[in-house]
């Protein structure tokens, strides 16, 4: 698994060093960092294989190997581990400063209580908003869920550009916010591209297989209308191809689709989809 940090990330720390902060910008880092590897282990422990974390002033964002780790109830426990270890943190050092003192933890505590408390809010790219999808999706498909958790991140990027903007006009500071607000809404505008991310990977792996060889093994399966399509999709595998053959209650022939009519089905309406929905 590759750890990227973003580049306005890192010229943003590097600006923080250049101004005297680099323990600051060091609390910073492994602030994000253990947040974002709570993320990891929580989706190993779910057998969901993470590629890649890319590290974001506010968290950061995982690219999933496949489609099935967008599962509502995965989702749901990636996204609330984050917070949790970074409020626990907080709260673990908190307790720690009553008992010694530090110049410095005060602020690993802020940066932590920050974390944790951000990335709860109800949009993406925040944790919050990852579980709101998992719960829209259910009932509306992935990529509405999606577009709907989006839009809120762009809306509260949006804020923080202006209230860094009135900052610095009023009050000769706030450019923090600007720089995190464009953060935000870069980051949140790219969560539909990470949406099919996965599943444009998963695809174009198997049309590579198909190119080099020149033919690709297929497993037909035959199953009723009324299933559940990511039960069907527990059947895929990289080695072959996937064609599903339906029928009806009196095994009467409907029609047949491709695996990649299924995800796109399973992605459009949800983890609840049935079949019959294609």
Not at 152 to 160: N, S
Not at 168 to 183: D, E, I, P, R, T
Request: glycine share 8%; net charge neutral; hydrophobic share 50%.
């Amino acid at each position: 698994m590759r750890i990227r940090i973003n580049l306005f990330f890192m010229l943003l720390c590097a600006l923080y060093i250049a101004l005297g902060l680099t323990v600051e910008v060091l609390f910073i880092l492994v602030a994000v960092l253990v947040h974002e590897i709570s993320h990891v282990v929580m989706a190993l422990a779910l057998g969901v294989k993470v590629t890649e974390i890319e590290l974001l002033p506010f968290g950061g964002q995982a690219k999933i190997e496949d489609f099935t780790g967008l599962e509502p109830d995965h989702e749901i426990y990636i996204a609330l581990v984050g917070p949790i270890v970074s409020l626990s943190l907080a709260g673990i050092f908190y307790f720690i400063q009553a008992r010694m003192t530090s110049t410095y933890l005060p602020l690993f505590i802020n940066i932590n209580l920050f974390l944790g408390v951000f990335n709860l809010c109800p949009a993406l790219p925040m944790d919050g908003g990852r579980i709101l999808r998992a719960l829209l999706s259910q009932a509306i498909g992935y990529k509405k869920a999606t577009g709907r958790a989006a839009a809120l991140g762009k809306l509260i990027a949006v804020l923080f550009i202006l209230i860094g903007l009135y900052q610095v006009y009023f009050q000769h500071s706030g450019a923090n916010y600007v720089v995190v607000g464009m953060l935000l809404f870069w980051a949140a505008r790219r969560e539909g591209q990470l949406l099919v991310y996965a599943f444009m990977r998963y695809l174009v792996n198997k049309k590579g297989e198909l190119s080099k060889h020149g033919v690709l093994p297929a497993q037909q399966i035959i199953s009723r209308e009324d299933t559940l399509i990511k039960k069907i999709l527990e059947s895929t595998r990289p080695s072959y191809y996937l064609v599903v053959v339906a029928v009806d209650e009196a095994d009467h022939l409907i029609g047949m689709r491709s695996e990649a009519e299924l995800i796109e089905c399973f992605f459009e309406k949800g983890p609840g989809s049935r079949l019959r929905d294609c």
